[in-house]
């Protein structure tokens, strides 16, 4: 489901970092659909009076280049995805965010 941030006040919160599959950090997560290692971008994402700091999900060659925390940024192409999936026999399920890329906003 596309997300509209036309209207929200979106900050870079933390400074991109890689994602990994496994709590290790030995095996890096990868984009399935450009093939890039992917990174996590938190961002606070401030929409109708309401703020709320989320992660989302950013293949490599999408990281915009001087990001800086609190720094204004915008996504491009970002999605939300429910996802569902049982570990250690409970089911467990949750959104998932993911944008093709993030580059600070025109005119900061």
Do not use: Y
């Amino acid at each position: 489901m596309p997300i509209d941030q036309s209207q929200a006040l979106v900050i870079l919160a933390s400074e991109p970092r890689p994602r990994f599959k496994d709590r290790d950090g030995r095996e890096p997560a990868i984009d399935r659909t450009t093939g890039a290692h992917l990174h996590q971008v938190d961002v606070m994402f401030a929409f109708n009076g309401r703020a709320e700091v989320i992660t989302v999900n950013v293949p490599e060659p999408g990281l915009g280049k001087g990001l800086k925390v609190g720094m204004p940024v915008a996504f491009t192409g970002l999605v939300a995805s429910a996802w569902e999936n049982e570990i250690n026999g409970k089911d467990r399920h949750g959104i998932s965010l993911r944008g093709d890329a993030v580059t600070a906003k025109a005119g900061t």
